[in-house]
T-cell receptor, first 112, second 110 residues
Framework: DAGITQSPRHKVTETGTPVTLRCHQT?????MYWYRQDPGHGLRLIHY???????DKGEVSDGYSVSRSKTEDFLLTLESATSSQTSVYFC???????????FGDGTRLSIL | GQQVMQIPQYQHVQEGEDFTTYCNSS?????IQWYKQRPGGHPVFLIQ?????EVKKQKRLTFQFGEAKKNSSLHITATQTTDVGTYFC??????????FGQGTTLQVKP
């Protein structure tokens, strides 16, 4: 698999707490993505980045923010987690906006 | 906005039977990609189709891209238990972003 590492792999937290998920790549790809996966909804794009400090919203961006200060790292932050954000979060990387993406192993996040 | 619909949502087949999943877009696509996700795993890229009417094969898997570049299909001949998983199509349209279908989950009974 492509060099993508997500951390943590599992997290349980309480409503109202801040949560940050990290995606680290060693492939030097320009594009990085955050998706959430929920039953019946497939993969939904939260935010993506097309370069250092260049980010844009996806279809389900409310309640989430991102930052990319280095090519290798893309952070997803839930400022004040809600139970509706319980999900599996996948990071993906790609060389171009519409080219094949390579996914990390995912983070299972539970918000109680 | 652009939508990508995939059917069926679930399919149970007996080992050895064929399987097909269909993908339809509300807009013309520049390309279509297919991914497979094993249970508990992450999506893995299978193939990309770019040309109108394109057909590609990977062993028992046949991928087609429609003439109008708005639909696609994945056909598996003689399924095996190793084919179990969820198959996603993802289309790229005029927004330049990939939009994923909801996926088809395939169960294969040995």
């Amino acid at each position: 698999d492509a060099g993508i590492t997500q951390s943590p792999r599992h997290k349980v937290t309480e409503t109202g707490t801040p949560v940050t998920l990290r995606c680290h790549q060693t492939e030097n790809h320009r594009y990085m993505y955050w998706y959430r996966q929920d039953p019946g909804h497939g993969l939904r794009l939260i935010h993506y980045s097309y370069g250092v400090k260049d980010t844009d919203k996806g279809e389900v961006s409310d309640g989430y923010s991102v930052s990319r200060s280095k090519t290798e790292d893309f952070l997803l932050t839930l400022e004040s987690a809600t139970s509706s954000q319980t999900s599996v979060y996948f990071c993906a990387i790609g060389s171009d906006g519409n080219q094949p993406q390579h996914f990390g192993d995912g983070t299972r996040l539970s918000i109680l | 906005g652009q939508q990508v619909m995939q059917i069926p949502q679930y399919q149970h087949v007996q080992e050895g039977e064929d399987f097909t999943t269909y993908c339809n877009s509300s807009t013309t696509l520049s390309n279509i990609q297919w991914y497979k996700q094993r249970p508990g795993g992450h999506p893995v890229f299978l193939i990309q189709l770019v040309k109108s009417g394109e057909v590609k094969k990977q062993k028992r898997l046949t991928f087609q891209f429609g003439e109008a570049k708005k639909n696609s299909s994945l056909h598996i001949t003689a399924t095996q238990t190793t084919d179990v998983g969820t198959y996603f199509c993802a289309g790229s349209g005029n927004t330049g972003k990939l939009i994923f279908g909801q996926g088809t989950t395939l169960q294969v009974k040995p």
